[in-house]
Protein backbone atom coordinates (compact mmCIF):
# COMPACT_ATOMS: atom_id res chain seq x y z
CA UNK A 1 0.00 0.00 0.00
CA UNK A 2 1.38 3.43 -1.24
CA UNK A 3 1.94 5.73 1.77
CA UNK A 4 0.92 9.62 1.12
CA UNK A 5 2.65 11.95 2.51
CA UNK A 6 1.74 15.82 2.70
CA UNK A 7 5.00 18.49 2.95
CA UNK A 8 3.79 20.78 5.78
CA UNK A 9 5.61 23.68 3.93
CA UNK A 10 3.34 23.17 1.05
CA UNK A 11 0.03 23.08 3.16
CA UNK A 12 1.09 26.31 4.51
CA UNK A 13 1.47 27.86 1.10
CA UNK A 14 -1.96 26.83 0.22
CA UNK A 15 -3.18 28.08 3.53
CA UNK A 16 -1.68 31.25 3.42
CA UNK A 17 -3.13 31.60 -0.39
CA UNK A 18 -7.16 30.44 1.06
CA UNK A 19 -7.12 33.21 4.11
CA UNK A 20 -5.25 36.09 2.32
CA UNK A 21 -8.38 36.34 -0.93
CA UNK A 22 -10.82 35.92 2.28
CA UNK A 23 -9.08 38.85 4.45
CA UNK A 24 -9.29 40.92 1.29
CA UNK A 25 -12.37 41.23 0.64
CA UNK A 26 -13.19 41.54 4.24
CA UNK A 27 -11.17 44.57 4.49
CA UNK A 28 -12.74 45.92 1.28
CA UNK A 29 -15.96 45.49 2.45
CA UNK A 30 -17.28 43.32 -0.10
CA UNK A 31 -20.59 41.40 0.70
CA UNK A 32 -21.91 40.73 -2.70
CA UNK A 33 -21.28 36.94 -3.89
CA UNK A 34 -18.12 36.31 -1.47
CA UNK A 35 -18.28 33.05 -1.53
CA UNK A 36 -17.72 32.67 -5.66
CA UNK A 37 -15.35 35.97 -4.99
CA UNK A 38 -13.12 34.06 -1.98
CA UNK A 39 -12.83 30.51 -4.34
CA UNK A 40 -12.47 32.37 -7.80
CA UNK A 41 -9.13 34.86 -5.91
CA UNK A 42 -7.76 31.66 -3.99
CA UNK A 43 -8.08 29.25 -7.29
CA UNK A 44 -6.26 31.97 -9.82
CA UNK A 45 -3.47 32.36 -6.48
CA UNK A 46 -2.32 28.82 -6.74
CA UNK A 47 -2.22 28.57 -10.45
CA UNK A 48 -0.25 31.45 -10.10
CA UNK A 49 1.68 29.72 -7.96
CA UNK A 50 2.28 26.90 -10.35
CA UNK A 51 2.78 28.72 -13.10
CA UNK A 52 6.85 28.78 -12.71
CA UNK A 53 9.66 26.79 -12.16
CA UNK A 54 11.69 28.97 -9.86
CA UNK A 55 9.52 29.42 -6.91
CA UNK A 56 10.67 32.79 -6.00
CA UNK A 57 9.31 34.17 -9.10
CA UNK A 58 6.00 33.27 -7.64
CA UNK A 59 6.67 34.92 -4.44
CA UNK A 60 7.69 37.93 -6.19
CA UNK A 61 4.16 37.95 -7.75
CA UNK A 62 3.03 37.30 -4.86
CA UNK A 63 4.75 40.32 -3.05
CA UNK A 64 3.76 42.48 -5.88
CA UNK A 65 -0.03 41.44 -6.02
CA UNK A 66 0.07 41.85 -1.97
CA UNK A 67 1.14 45.62 -1.85
CA UNK A 68 -1.78 46.10 -4.73
CA UNK A 69 -4.14 44.62 -2.62
CA UNK A 70 -2.93 47.19 0.42
CA UNK A 71 -3.22 49.66 -2.06
CA UNK A 72 -6.85 49.05 -3.14
CA UNK A 73 -7.82 48.76 0.68
CA UNK A 74 -6.64 52.24 1.12
CA UNK A 75 -8.44 53.72 -1.47
CA UNK A 76 -11.65 51.92 -0.73
CA UNK A 77 -11.62 53.36 2.45
CA UNK A 78 -11.32 57.15 1.44
CA UNK A 79 -13.29 56.84 -2.08
CA UNK A 80 -14.88 53.16 -2.00
CA UNK A 81 -13.85 51.24 -5.23
CA UNK A 82 -10.69 49.76 -6.61
CA UNK A 83 -7.82 51.76 -7.42
CA UNK A 84 -7.48 52.17 -11.21
CA UNK A 85 -4.91 52.84 -14.07
CA UNK A 86 -7.16 55.83 -14.65
CA UNK A 87 -5.83 57.60 -11.27
CA UNK A 88 -1.96 57.26 -12.61
CA UNK A 89 -2.37 61.12 -13.84
CA UNK A 90 -3.95 61.80 -10.56
CA UNK A 91 -1.03 60.59 -8.81
CA UNK A 92 0.90 64.18 -8.89
CA UNK A 93 -1.59 65.40 -6.28
CA UNK A 94 -0.87 62.63 -3.69
CA UNK A 95 1.25 65.17 -1.96
CA UNK A 96 -1.29 67.42 -1.05
CA UNK A 97 -3.63 64.76 0.97
CA UNK A 98 -0.69 62.63 2.12
CA UNK A 99 -2.14 62.89 5.39
CA UNK A 100 -5.76 62.18 4.47
CA UNK A 101 -3.95 58.63 3.15
CA UNK A 102 -2.01 57.83 6.27
CA UNK A 103 -5.49 58.53 8.51
CA UNK A 104 -7.42 56.37 6.46
CA UNK A 105 -5.12 53.15 7.03
CA UNK A 106 -6.10 51.06 9.64
CA UNK A 107 -4.03 49.09 11.75
CA UNK A 108 -5.77 45.89 10.64
CA UNK A 109 -4.60 46.45 6.64
CA UNK A 110 -1.06 45.38 7.36
CA UNK A 111 -2.29 42.20 7.88
CA UNK A 112 -2.41 41.37 4.20
CA UNK A 113 1.33 41.59 4.71
CA UNK A 114 1.65 38.68 7.57
CA UNK A 115 1.74 35.98 5.53
CA UNK A 116 4.82 36.90 3.33
CA UNK A 117 7.06 35.56 5.99
CA UNK A 118 5.49 32.35 6.36
CA UNK A 119 5.37 31.80 2.47
CA UNK A 120 9.25 32.87 2.47
CA UNK A 121 10.04 30.31 4.45
CA UNK A 122 8.17 27.80 3.16
CA UNK A 123 9.38 28.64 0.01
CA UNK A 124 13.31 27.91 1.62
CA UNK A 125 12.36 24.33 3.16
CA UNK A 126 10.64 23.17 0.44
CA UNK A 127 13.20 21.05 -1.64
CA UNK A 128 13.76 21.99 -5.50
CA UNK A 129 13.12 18.82 -6.90
CA UNK A 130 9.53 18.48 -4.87
CA UNK A 131 8.28 21.56 -6.12
CA UNK A 132 9.54 20.94 -9.73
CA UNK A 133 7.77 17.39 -9.26
CA UNK A 134 4.19 19.53 -8.20
CA UNK A 135 4.45 21.57 -11.41
CA UNK A 136 5.75 19.81 -14.22
CA UNK A 137 3.12 20.93 -15.88
CA UNK A 138 3.68 24.74 -15.21
CA UNK A 139 2.41 25.19 -18.52
CA UNK A 140 -0.57 24.08 -18.03
CA UNK A 141 -1.61 26.25 -14.75
CA UNK A 142 -0.39 29.50 -16.69
CA UNK A 143 -3.38 28.70 -19.48
CA UNK A 144 -5.77 27.93 -16.73
CA UNK A 145 -4.99 30.90 -14.83
CA UNK A 146 -5.61 33.29 -18.18
CA UNK A 147 -8.59 30.90 -18.92
CA UNK A 148 -10.16 31.80 -15.65
CA UNK A 149 -9.20 35.39 -15.62
CA UNK A 150 -10.53 36.18 -18.71
CA UNK A 151 -13.44 34.30 -18.64
CA UNK A 152 -14.25 36.26 -15.58
CA UNK A 153 -13.26 40.02 -17.66
CA UNK A 154 -15.76 39.06 -20.15
CA UNK A 155 -18.12 37.83 -17.57
CA UNK A 156 -18.47 41.08 -15.78
CA UNK A 157 -20.39 42.10 -19.43
CA UNK A 158 -22.86 39.36 -19.57
CA UNK A 159 -26.55 39.24 -18.95
CA UNK A 160 -26.17 36.66 -15.77
CA UNK A 161 -26.20 38.87 -12.45
CA UNK A 162 -24.42 36.91 -10.52
CA UNK A 163 -21.40 36.89 -13.29
CA UNK A 164 -21.26 40.24 -13.75
CA UNK A 165 -20.93 41.08 -10.15
CA UNK A 166 -18.07 38.53 -9.88
CA UNK A 167 -16.72 39.59 -12.82
CA UNK A 168 -16.63 43.63 -11.82
CA UNK A 169 -16.10 42.33 -8.19
CA UNK A 170 -12.77 39.67 -8.37
CA UNK A 171 -9.79 40.98 -7.82
CA UNK A 172 -7.36 39.71 -10.96
CA UNK A 173 -11.09 40.46 -13.00
CA UNK A 174 -10.94 43.88 -11.98
CA UNK A 175 -7.23 44.02 -12.82
CA UNK A 176 -7.56 42.95 -16.40
CA UNK A 177 -10.51 44.77 -17.31
CA UNK A 178 -9.49 48.24 -15.88
CA UNK A 179 -6.31 47.32 -18.36
CA UNK A 180 -8.62 46.70 -21.38
CA UNK A 181 -10.74 49.67 -20.56
CA UNK A 182 -7.89 52.00 -20.59
CA UNK A 183 -5.91 51.19 -23.69
CA UNK A 184 -9.05 49.89 -25.43
CA UNK A 185 -13.02 50.75 -26.10
CA UNK A 186 -13.94 47.23 -24.18
CA UNK A 187 -17.42 47.78 -21.97
CA UNK A 188 -18.11 51.04 -23.42
CA UNK A 189 -21.86 51.39 -24.58
CA UNK A 190 -22.50 54.03 -27.93
CA UNK A 191 -25.32 55.35 -26.94
CA UNK A 192 -27.92 56.00 -30.20
CA UNK A 193 -28.88 59.32 -30.49
CA UNK A 194 -31.02 60.85 -32.62
CA UNK A 195 -28.83 64.10 -34.50
CA UNK A 196 -31.75 66.38 -34.50
CA UNK A 197 -32.25 65.38 -30.28
CA UNK A 198 -28.06 66.37 -29.58
CA UNK A 199 -28.78 69.85 -31.23
CA UNK A 200 -31.39 70.46 -29.78
CA UNK A 201 -30.80 73.48 -26.76
CA UNK A 202 -33.94 75.35 -25.35
CA UNK A 203 -33.54 79.10 -25.51
CA UNK A 204 -32.95 80.29 -22.11
CA UNK A 205 -36.00 81.07 -20.43
CA UNK A 206 -36.03 84.16 -18.04
CA UNK A 207 -37.80 84.14 -14.86
CA UNK A 208 -38.27 86.31 -11.48
CA UNK A 209 -34.91 86.20 -10.64
CA UNK A 210 -32.99 86.46 -14.07
CA UNK A 211 -30.46 89.65 -13.71
CA UNK A 212 -31.13 89.84 -9.57
CA UNK A 213 -27.77 90.20 -9.20
CA UNK A 214 -26.43 92.49 -12.02
CA UNK A 215 -23.63 94.66 -11.35
CA UNK A 216 -22.57 93.01 -8.35
CA UNK A 217 -19.58 90.53 -7.18
CA UNK A 218 -20.15 86.99 -6.88
CA UNK A 219 -18.48 84.94 -3.99
CA UNK A 220 -18.33 81.25 -4.29
CA UNK A 221 -17.62 79.45 -0.96
CA UNK A 222 -16.70 75.74 -1.53
CA UNK A 223 -16.99 73.33 1.53
CA UNK A 224 -15.45 70.27 1.75
CA UNK A 225 -17.87 67.48 3.22
CA UNK A 226 -20.41 69.56 3.84
CA UNK A 227 -24.37 68.74 3.45
CA UNK A 228 -27.54 70.36 3.35
CA UNK A 229 -29.07 68.13 6.05
CA UNK A 230 -27.05 70.12 8.92
CA UNK A 231 -28.35 73.43 8.02
CA UNK A 232 -30.74 74.99 10.31
CA UNK A 233 -30.29 72.27 12.81
CA UNK A 234 -29.19 71.70 16.69
CA UNK A 235 -26.90 69.40 18.71
CA UNK A 236 -27.61 69.46 22.27
CA UNK A 237 -29.07 72.58 22.33
CA UNK A 238 -26.44 74.33 19.78
CA UNK A 239 -26.63 75.26 15.76
CA UNK A 240 -24.16 73.37 13.63
CA UNK A 241 -23.90 76.19 11.67
CA UNK A 242 -24.65 79.00 13.24
CA UNK A 243 -22.98 81.51 10.54
CA UNK A 244 -24.74 79.84 7.39
CA UNK A 245 -27.54 79.89 8.73
CA UNK A 246 -27.73 83.80 9.59
CA UNK A 247 -26.73 83.65 6.15
CA UNK A 248 -29.55 82.02 4.60
CA UNK A 249 -32.30 84.25 6.82
CA UNK A 250 -30.59 87.19 5.31
CA UNK A 251 -33.59 88.87 3.37
CA UNK A 252 -31.01 89.32 0.38
CA UNK A 253 -30.36 85.85 0.42
CA UNK A 254 -31.81 83.49 -2.12
CA UNK A 255 -31.23 80.23 -0.70
CA UNK A 256 -30.78 76.89 -3.36
CA UNK A 257 -31.77 73.51 -0.90
CA UNK A 258 -31.73 71.12 -3.69
CA UNK A 259 -28.37 71.13 -4.87
CA UNK A 260 -27.49 67.08 -4.54
CA UNK A 261 -24.07 65.64 -4.69
CA UNK A 262 -22.72 66.15 -8.27
CA UNK A 263 -19.33 64.54 -7.43
CA UNK A 264 -17.60 61.39 -9.37
CA UNK A 265 -13.93 60.49 -9.55
CA UNK A 266 -12.57 63.72 -8.57
CA UNK A 267 -14.59 64.74 -5.43
CA UNK A 268 -13.98 67.93 -4.59
CA UNK A 269 -12.47 69.36 -8.14
CA UNK A 270 -15.82 67.97 -9.56
CA UNK A 271 -18.03 69.64 -7.21
CA UNK A 272 -16.33 72.65 -8.28
CA UNK A 273 -16.48 71.84 -12.03
CA UNK A 274 -20.03 71.11 -11.69
CA UNK A 275 -20.88 74.37 -9.81
CA UNK A 276 -18.78 75.88 -13.04
CA UNK A 277 -20.45 74.15 -15.44
CA UNK A 278 -23.57 72.55 -14.70
CA UNK A 279 -22.20 69.14 -16.37
CA UNK A 280 -21.37 66.14 -14.09
CA UNK A 281 -18.21 64.63 -13.51
CA UNK A 282 -16.77 61.37 -14.67
CA UNK A 283 -16.17 58.56 -13.28
CA UNK A 284 -13.05 57.76 -15.11
CA UNK A 285 -10.54 59.61 -13.61
CA UNK A 286 -10.41 63.52 -12.41
CA UNK A 287 -12.62 65.56 -15.04
CA UNK A 288 -10.17 68.41 -15.48
CA UNK A 289 -7.49 66.08 -15.92
CA UNK A 290 -9.81 64.25 -18.91
CA UNK A 291 -10.80 67.22 -20.71
CA UNK A 292 -8.02 69.75 -19.66
CA UNK A 293 -7.88 70.45 -23.87
CA UNK A 294 -11.16 71.40 -23.95
CA UNK A 295 -12.62 75.17 -23.63
CA UNK A 296 -15.98 75.04 -21.45
CA UNK A 297 -18.20 78.59 -20.94
CA UNK A 298 -18.05 78.35 -17.22
CA UNK A 299 -20.27 80.59 -15.12
CA UNK A 300 -17.01 83.40 -14.71
CA UNK A 301 -17.46 83.24 -18.41
CA UNK A 302 -21.45 83.90 -18.59
CA UNK A 303 -21.48 86.27 -15.58
CA UNK A 304 -19.18 88.49 -17.81
CA UNK A 305 -21.21 88.23 -20.85
Known sequence: MRNITIDPWKLLIGACLIIKPLMFYRLMDIQVN????????????????????????????????TILMFCDVTHNAYFSGYISLKLIGSAKFLGDAGDAVIAVIRPEFWLL????????????????????????????????????????????VSTSSTLRSVGNLEFFSVRVKDLLETTTSF??????????????VEEDQEDSLFGIAEGRNLIVIQMEALQNFVINREYEGQEITPNL?????????????????????????????????????????????????????????????
Open 34 to 65: VLFLWIATAFMLSLMFGSFKNMWISFGLYVLL
Open 113 to 156: FLDLPLVALSIVKIRREEWLSSVRKEWFSAVLLLAAVFFLVFGS
Open 187 to 200: GSQQAELDEESVYL
Open 245 to 305: NRLIRHEGTIYFDRYYMQIAAGNTSDAEFATNNSIYGSEKSYTYELYKENTFRGLPVLLKE
